[in-house]
């Protein structure tokens, strides 16, 4: 069956990172119901094989199809590069993926000289290897694996000392190359630029992709038919499999309100 404008956007992640971009689509899509659902249990992805990945997500997807959604982002780098194309190839529904922002970075750097912080899983996929070749004819691009980071975001941990001197481990290898231009190639990683921004220089930009994606979903959505009419405000609702008894206080924090004030449906199987 064809999905109704009415029908919730599904909006997924390896965990807690992804509402980075739900915020963006939100600010979007202010009309829209809007799913979002956290594999918190598997977090994180970027150390796991595309088959282990894969797997996962089509989980959740069997999970947000009961939901009967319209539309599903795959907000989360690693499990786009791991397997948009196994879900584009089994579901009819338009599916969003995410990559990190190398061309706007590229056509940003003033020196050519850009740094990408990300999971090992997106920096060794043949998908980011293929992006980064097609954009460094003139861009010397230097990345940086950040293993670690995703773990402490999930925990709430934005700024804490053991957080600050990891990510200062990370960026200070690309300061040291001259770097002007900053890639957050990890949803989660959004969370944490007022940190970044402690640790580098005011003229280094630092660009991620939320804002990009939620503007191509609303023009798909428009393309499509599927966008909602309703002029209500659209429901948020929040599902998580994590068994830590914060999830629900972490994920209201990041999302900008209380647990109360927010529906969170708990777990999912």
């Known amino acids: 069956m064809f999905p109704s404008q009415n029908n919730p956007i599904g909006v997924i992640d390896s965990g807690v990172g992804g509402i980075s971009v739900l915020k963006c689509i939100r600010q ?26 894969t797997h996962r997500v089509l989980t959740v997807f069997d999970f947000l199809n009961k939901q009967d959604v319209k539309s599903v982002v795959v907000a989360c780098n690693t499990a786009t590069a791991a397997s948009i194309q196994t879900l584009r190839d089994r579901f009819s529904y338009p599916i969003i993926g995410m990559e990190p922002a190398v061309k706007p970075a590229s056509l940003m750097s003033k020196n050519k000289v ?31 694996p950040c293993f670690g980071l995703v773990e402490l975001i999930e925990q709430g941990d934005l700024d804490s000392p053991a957080l600050i001197a990891l990510l200062k481990k990370y960026i200070d290898p690309l300061l040291k190359e001259k770097i ?5 190639g990890c949803t989660h990683y959004s969370f944490l630029k007022p940190a970044i921004q402690t640790l580098i220089p005011d003229h280094i930009k630092i660009v991620d992709t939320g804002n990009a994606v939620a503007s191509y979903l609303k023009d798909v959505l428009i393309e499509k038919g599927l966008l909602n009419q309703n002029r209500a405000s659209g429901t948020s609702n929040f599902w998580t499999n994590s068994l830590d008894k914060n999830a629900d206080k972490v994920m209201a924090n990041l999302w900008g309100e209380s647990p109360e004030s927010s529906n969170y449906r708990g777990l999912w199987v």
Do not use: M
């Open 28 to 53: 979007h899509l202010l009309h829209e119901n809007l799913i979002y659902v956290a594999d918190s249990r598997f977090a994180p992805y970027g150390e796991k094989s595309s088959e282990e990945i």
């Open 180 to 184: 002007d231009t900053l890639v957050l």
């Open 114 to 144: 850009v740094g990408v912080l990300a999971t090992s899983g997106t920096l060794l996929s043949a998908k980011f290897s293929a992006l980064l070749e097609h954009h460094s004819t003139d861009i010397h691009f230097i990345t940086q």
